[in-house]
């Protein structure tokens, strides 16, 4: 099941991830190893995870991450610890996006958060429903106390938790200083209680229908029947936990049927902690229920958990259980184990849950290699920054048990070859790019924003190259890379048509059982089984009169209306039925101050299916540019870079539904693409089955904003070794 992990990230500045900065801002967040390790053990669940900040992107993140239940696709959840970010009720915010989305989430609902976390409403059911909580007073400002409060009392922010502002008063002066103070500080009313000496108990719960009570926790005091558990115990010292409490079967009992009335009560789902306090008479008082109990290892919900046997990741497990039971019943779980795909590897699959495990722990690693990539200038024309992207790249495979092999190239860079073995067939190719077609002048450099990588090549070949690098860590990681006999190749010339590079790619591919391209998938996670072929024309075009008789435009003298008129016979050659397209890239034009243009340049893409569509086009193309023998303009045409259509075969068809249902393990969401604009893999040799857009998902893709998605990495990145896995293990 895919498991979305929601928290609230530490704001370095006040108003990050948000619109404006509005209200009370949340004090509460969770650390961030906390956070992790609730990841790492729904991973060893066997769940697909990822990891999100609850901010203003959150809605994109999930978007992009959440299967489509009304497609087909298995219900995936969210895993809930965001606390909020500001405001009042800060605990309903993720709750009530999910409800809106149609997103299932484990804990409760807005109406339950924002009654836990008010604690005055919380004293109100409490009382109402006659279960006991200790007398209490509401004042918004210090004017309004009373004169005939009984001390000693204890003070509270009506929408804080975390103890929060809490200050246990003695005197009247105290407490008008205090009530003054917290107002100012939190701009809430606050919370007034009689205070409770003697002894302190947490009771934590599991469930919803009939909810397992976890064993008790009492608060060690250590004697001091005025002592509280402050914020500053719970984040430097925490006070020691007797779990199981040394109480008697009587308390006990009691304490359990409170925890339970008062979950009921409040309409808490899932799991929670409830607080009591006891006098010395033996009388129990509620103090509050916290539906956001703390995960953290040091925290009362966790120990009372182990205490019944839990380690953390069944308990972590037990939680998403509880709420998939919730939404959708308890049969749900083991139906999805018996889905046909997942007949042979079941979901808690050791090696799926381990490679996910490590890729999605080092994102920033590959987020690293592809800025040091992008960073490198491998334009084609470029050989030098070429070359010293390959070294780049030679560095990071150096001691992984790769050899090289260098194929010196005059006109371009040098094609790279790398093998993890020493026989010459491979079980599988992987083919990627070192060149990009962008110039210099037009490079943009690395960024991130709202969860995209931007930067030139990013989607041409680096991206690929960083989803490569984090596979085969990975399945170095697993100790799963000498299994398969892997062949690397990158070529430098992929902007050009791969023409230099042919006979490599043929002569390497023909003693391969498999080849894989690292061209970026589109945002459907498109893998590409066959693509078109495409030729690009330079069309010249000049005035032949050495004087112009006219100073206007016509048809028979000006190149720029010449232009404009084939321009509308080359888009009637445009056909979606026959896959041929014509793509208009650029046009320039000459001309002096005070005459008609005299020179205009014509440049685009014809891309079509297969060699013969190639060879007819060619014909038309010259009989649209052909000059007449007398005429007023001289067409020159020329044609430029030229690249063979990249045609599916049986084999190939075969070779996808394995990688569809290896996607379907480990939940990757692809979809199989037949008419690729362009791939890598043209120049494979004849019946090898081959697909291409094992990189990372892509959009604006042969545009200046060109950007991959940077959590698809860890998809991308998960699927590819696992097929690399399969394919040495031949599918078996």
């Not at 987020?367 to 070359?387: A, C, P, Q, R, T």
């Not at 030139?456 to 990975?474: D, E, F, N, P, Q």
């Not at 391969?512 to 089984?529: D, F, P, Q, R």
Request: proline share 4%.
């Amino acid at each position: 099941m895919k498991v979305a992990v929601i928290f609230n990230k530490r704001k370095n500045t006040e108003g990050e991830g948000v619109i404006n900065v509005f209200g009370a801002q949340n004090q509460e967040t969770y650390n961030p190893a906390t956070v992790e390790r609730v990841a790492a053990a729904l991973e060893q669940g066997g769940h697909n995870v990822r990891v999100i900040d609850g901010n203003i992107h959150v809605i994109e993140q999930l978007q992009d991450f959440m299967p489509r239940v009304m497609q087909g696709d298995q219900p995936g959840m969210v895993f809930n610890m965001a606390y909020g970010i500001q405001g009042v009720s800060r605990y309903t915010h993720i709750p009530s996006l999910l409800e809106m989305l149609g997103i299932p989430y484990v804990g409760s609902s807005p109406a339950g958060h924002g009654i836990a976390l008010d604690k005055v409403t919380t004293k109100v059911m409490i009382q109402a429903a006659g279960l006991p909580t200790a007398p209490y007073w509401v004042f918004h400002n210090a004017d309004q106390i009373q004169g005939d409060i009984p001390f000693p009392v204890i003070t509270k922010p009506k929408m804080e938790a975390v103890s929060l502002g809490i200050q246990v008063i003695h005197d009247m002066n105290s407490l008008r200083t205090a009530i003054t103070g917290l107002v100012v500080q939190f701009k809430q009313p606050v919370l007034v209680e009689q205070f409770i000496p003697g002894r302190e108990f947490a009771v934590g719960l599991l469930g919803n229908h009939n909810p397992e009570v976890l064993p008790i926790v009492e608060i060690d005091l250590e004697g001091d029947a005025f002592g509280i558990q402050s914020l500053e115990d719970k984040l430097r010292k925490p006070k020691n936990k007797i779990c199981p409490a040394q109480i008697d079967d009587k308390l006990a009992n009691e304490l359990r049927r409170l925890t339970r009335e008062t979950f009921k009560v409040l309409g808490i789902f899932d799991f929670c902690r409830v607080d009591f306090r006891m006098d010395e008479d033996g009388n129990l008082y509620i103090l509050e229920l916290n539906s956001m109990a703390s995960l953290g290892m040091t925290g009362t919900y966790v120990c009372a958990a182990k205490a019944a046997g839990y380690t953390y990741e069944s308990l972590i497990n037990r939680m998403l259980d509880v709420a998939v039971e919730r939404y959708f019943g308890k049969e749900f779980d083991d139906a999805a184990l018996n889905r046909e795909e997942e007949t042979t590897i079941t979901r808690k699959d050791p090696l799926r849950v381990r490679l996910r495990s490590f890729l999605r722990s080092n994102i920033g690693t590959m987020e690293d290699y592809l800025e040091k990539m992008v960073d490198i200038n491998s334009f084609v024309e470029n050989i030098d920054g070429v070359n010293l992207l390959g070294r780049w790249i030679s560095s990071q495979l150096s001691g992984s048990g790769f050899d090289r092999q260098v194929f010196s190239m005059s006109e371009v860079g040098n094609v790279l070859y790398f093998t993890n073995h020493a026989g010459e067939a491979n079980d599988v190719l992987i083919v990627g790019n070192l060149d990009n077609p962008v110039d210099y002048e037009d490079y943009i450099s690395f960024s991130e924003e709202r969860g995209r990588i931007y930067g030139t090549g990013v989607s041409r070949g680096k991206g690929g190259i960083a989803v490569l690098l984090g596979a085969l860590k990975a399945l170095r990681y697993t100790r799963t890379v000498k299994r398969v006999k892997i062949g690397l190749l990158f070529i430098t010339d992929d902007s050009k048509g791969g023409s230099s590079s042919r006979t490599i790619m043929q002569e390497l591919s023909a003693k391969s059982n498999y080849v894989l391209g690292l061209n970026g998938a589109g945002l459907s996670g498109e893998i590409i089984t066959a693509s078109l072929g495409s030729t690009c024309f330079n069309i010249e075009v000049n005035r032949t009169r050495s004087k112009v008789r006219n100073q206007f435009f016509s048809d028979e003298d000006d190149p720029v209306l010449y232009c404009a008129h084939k321009i509308n016979q080359l888009k009637k050659l445009n056909s979606e039925e026959n896959s041929v397209f014509v793509t208009l890239t650029g046009m320039e034009t000459r001309g002096n101050e005070d005459q008609p243009v005299y020179h205009a340049a014509l440049s685009f893409i014809l891309r079509y299916q297969n060699p013969e569509q190639s060879k007819k086009l060619d014909v038309q193309i010259m009989r649209i540019f052909e000059s007449k023998p007398h005429g007023s303009v001289r067409v020159n045409v020329t044609k430029g870079a030229q690249r063979k259509p990249f045609l599916s075969n049986n084999s190939t068809l075969q070779f996808y539904d394995q990688i569809e249902k290896i996607a379907k393990v480990v939940e990757v969401r692809i979809n199989k693409e037949e008419t690729g604009i362009t791939s890598l893999l043209a120049n494979v040799a004849p019946g090898v089955p081959a697909v291409d857009g094992l990189g990372p998902r892509t959009g604006g893709y042969g545009s200046k904003d060109e950007y991959i998605v940077r959590d698809s990495m860890i998809d991308r990145s998960v699927l590819l070794a696992y097929l690399i896995y399969k394919i040495g293990r031949q599918f078996g």
